[in-house]
């Protein structure tokens, strides 16, 4: 599948994120989908399957009452691969802010994802920032 076909999906997949669209995001997710976050914050961890990438991705929203919004600054594509470094904010009921940069690394096939990280930039203040 050529690039830009990837990008146009994962584009598609982070904009129903934003909404708070999971079932949406999940038509450009394999089933058997790998994703890691990075790091030692309460999210970080391997999630293997689209519901396990859902039910963390729910957890985030959940955690930021729907504010959490990335603004990619840059994107790289090729063939099946896909980087994104984007600037990342939130915010959590008790006050606290996030507005930090992260790194994101995707793997597609036949139009899907199938391995994706999140590698947040500042991971004490991305931990901090979702800690309990």
């Known amino acids: 599948m050529a690039e830009n076909q990837n990008l146009a999906t994962l584009l598609k997949v982070l ?3 934003t909404r708070n669209d999971l079932d949406a995001a999940a038509e450009g997710v394999a089933d ?3 994703y890691i976050v990075r790091g030692q914050s ?10 396990a990438l859902a039910s963390v991705l729910g957890r985030i929203l959940n955690l930021t009452n729907g504010t959490m919004t990335a603004v990619p600054e840059v994107v790289l594509a090729e063939g099946d691969n ?6 990342v904010m939130g915010s959590r009921p008790d006050g606290r802010l996030y507005d ?3 790194a994101y690394l995707y793997r597609f096939r036949n139009g899907r994802l199938i391995e994706g990280q999140t590698i947040p930039v ?3 203040a991305f ?4 800690a309990d």
């Open 32 to 34: 058997d989908v790998v």
């Open 82 to 87: 896909v980087m994104m470094y984007m600037r």
């Open 42 to 51: 309460s999210v970080s961890g391997t999630y293997t399957g689209r519901e």
């Open 100 to 102: 930090s940069h992260q």
């Open 15 to 17: 904009n129903a994120i």
């Open 122 to 124: 500042d991971q004490h």
């Open 127 to 130: 931990a901090e920032f979702l």
